[in-house]
């Protein structure tokens, strides 16, 4: 059974950084395409960026365009999320997902069936 798990969130300043890691456990982790998403209070949850597997094709959705980057380590089974220049608009608890079904777009909720708890971001200004 696949189990993610996920580290590296806090509060941080606006105009901050933080890194956050999804440790990977079960099955063949460079075989899976992974995802961040994220929810903010009373909002939907969104899509943040993708990564395929294999060498790894990054993508960023519109909230993460020239500040956040996606990264996997298949070597040690972890996909990060570099954040920079951080805003409280960003703040949310941050899933990182894998990519069960292919149904939709990288973005579709419904494609995902296997997420972390979530680690949560507070970006104060």
């Known amino acids: 059974q696949v189990q993610l798990v996920e580290s590296g969130g806090g509060s941080v300043q606006s105009g901050g950084s933080l890194r956050l890691s999804c440790a990977v456990s079960g099955g063949t982790f460079s075989s899976y395409d992974m995802a961040w998403f994220r929810q903010a209070p009373g909002k939907e949850r969104e899509w943040v960026a993708y990564?395929?597997?294999?060498?790894?094709?990054?993508y960023s959705g519109n909230v993460a365009k020239g500040r956040f980057t996606i990264s996997r380590n298949n070597a040690k089974n972890t996909v990060d999320l570099w954040m920079n220049r951080l805003k409280s608009e960003d703040t949310a608890v941050y899933y990182c997902a894998r990519r069960t079904k292919y149904s939709g777009s990288m973005y579709t909720i419904a494609d995902y069936a296997v997420w972390g708890q979530g680690t949560q971001v507070t970006v104060s200004s």
């Open positions: 990564i395929s597997q294999g060498n790894g094709i990054a």
